[in-house]
């Protein structure tokens, strides 16, 4: 009985004001949970993250859709994957996601006077992070995995000056 009264008075000088029951705090266990019971596109795209937070990559990384859609038929293979999702989808998850197709073009050719007009996804470090927040875990361990492929690679421009290449639209 006596114990009692001591955790009644400890929680009637608690300020409590900013409880809140229905706020369930998410733990990285319940992240590495979310990412578990995710589609593969999901899974995949949190391997292309850990694969440029391991190498320390902080770069854009641009394909178009059916480049992406290569990489992540790759990278299902690799995973042995059974649910390989349809190119349809996979874009509309990754726009479901934030990852909309952008649309750059160059700048006029100086004889031709024609732009080269190509649409792409953008994904970076940064980018995931912000957009799948809810799935992405601090690492601990910072152990660099190899045997987890996500299949990218860097878009190599023609040009080095990026002056030369303007978003126009977006989708």
Known sequence: MEGGKHLFH???????SDFHPNEIPIT??????KVK????????????????VDADDHTEVKKTHPGW???YQEWCIKNNERNVLSASVVGSLMKENGFDLIEIKSKP??????????RYRILSTWLLEEKMAQYITKRLDGDASSDDPSGYEIFSQESDDPSDYEIFSQE
């Open 37 to 52: 019971q995710s589609c593969s596109v999901i899974r995949w795209m949190i391997a292309i993250y850990d694969k440029l």
């Open 69 to 71: 859609f290569q990489a």
């Open 109 to 118: 050719d100086p004889v031709t006077k024609k732009r080269i007009s190509a």
């Open 10 to 16: 400890w929680l009637l000088e608690r300020d409590l």
């Open 28 to 33: 990285a266990y319940k992240k590495d949970l």
